[in-house]
């Protein structure tokens, strides 16, 4: 008897001791959405303190609720959005280092243990969730993979841009933050340069496949710029123009019917995605 009690409290205090890692490490800082759908996509935006107000709030408003666990990395903490600060200075120079210390945020926080799938979007990228997360269903988080609108480094290396967004495996966030960042021969580690740029080298280098995000005619998943470049009609492309040259796929001005995402999206614009894509129908 005098036994079991003692078994009991050790068990109610391992409970505690469990639950309030869970609590501190996650709970409080990131957002959970109760959307128990699968598989589990985490998405992360890349902000600034100088975009909570202006941009990350209208993320927030419109798109970002669909994926099952957010969070923005910042430079300011804000528990309302919720943002981190990553302790890491502002300034489009300083995103490779934020981008690094992004993922190792979510390692350390164990979001692996939670979710299949890390999305990282900028705060002027448009995500249609459930495309993506259709998309996604089709390959196993614990393979070492990432996907993107991928545009070529050399030869047969490539990297996926950062404005379109992209997505890691759980397995390849565990190998970027264990195997990538602590090598300076796999990854950069100065805090300057492109940061998906850098990012594409160190998974390349590290044998991380980069799969094609094209539909079956070929069509584009992922878009770099905004909707209106991608669906155009009225003016001439301009062939000279840099994303023709290194996109590793041939690009068509066609996106995909299965779309996942659009990069310069102005919060104005993404209310505009909001009203289409799940108010409108057509009687
Ligand atoms: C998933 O794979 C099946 C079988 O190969 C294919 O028919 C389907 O189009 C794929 N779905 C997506 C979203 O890629
Ligand atoms: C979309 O991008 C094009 C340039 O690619 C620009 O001319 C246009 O103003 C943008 N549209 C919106 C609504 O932001
Ligand atoms: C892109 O490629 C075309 C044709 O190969 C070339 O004429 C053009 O100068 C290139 N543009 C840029 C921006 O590299």
Redesign the pocket.
Known sequence: MFQKLIYLSIGIFVGFYIGDIILTNNSNQVEFTENNRSPKIFCWILTGNQNHETKAKHVKNTWLKRCDGYVFMSSQSDPELPSIDLGVREGRNFLWAKTRAAFKWIYEQKLIDEFDWFLKADDDTYVVVENLR??L??YSANDPIHFGCKLRLEKERSWNSGGAGYVLSRETVKRFVNSALPNPDICNPGPFGDEDLELGNCLDNLKIRNLDTR??QNLHRFHPFNVSFHVDKSTEIDWNFWIWNISFFPIDKNPSD?AISFHYTTPEMMYWFEYFLYKFNIF
């Open positions: 259709n998309f269903s089709n539909d079956s299965s």
